[in-house]
């Protein structure tokens, strides 16, 4: 299937859920924020949200920094 990832189209297998895609992609789910389809997922949902054919993912990375 093909998603939106982050602005560029991406082929993943599916099925999927945000849990699952974060896995595959080498990504510690402790570190990001996900919004999928435009709703920010909390990350309790992460396994229970899955992602379809055309989805939109968003995967925003936390940074730490300081003065």
Known sequence: MTILLNGDRVDVGG???VASLLAQ?????????VEHN???IKKANYDATE???GDQIE???FVGGGC
């Not at 992609?25 to 924020?33: C, E, F, I, N, P």
């Open 15 to 17: 099925p999927l859920t």
């Open 25 to 33: 992609l080498g990504v510690d789910s402790r570190r990001v924020a």
């Open 38 to 40: 435009l709703t920010v």
């Open 51 to 53: 992602i379809h054919d």
């Open 59 to 61: 995967i925003v990375n």
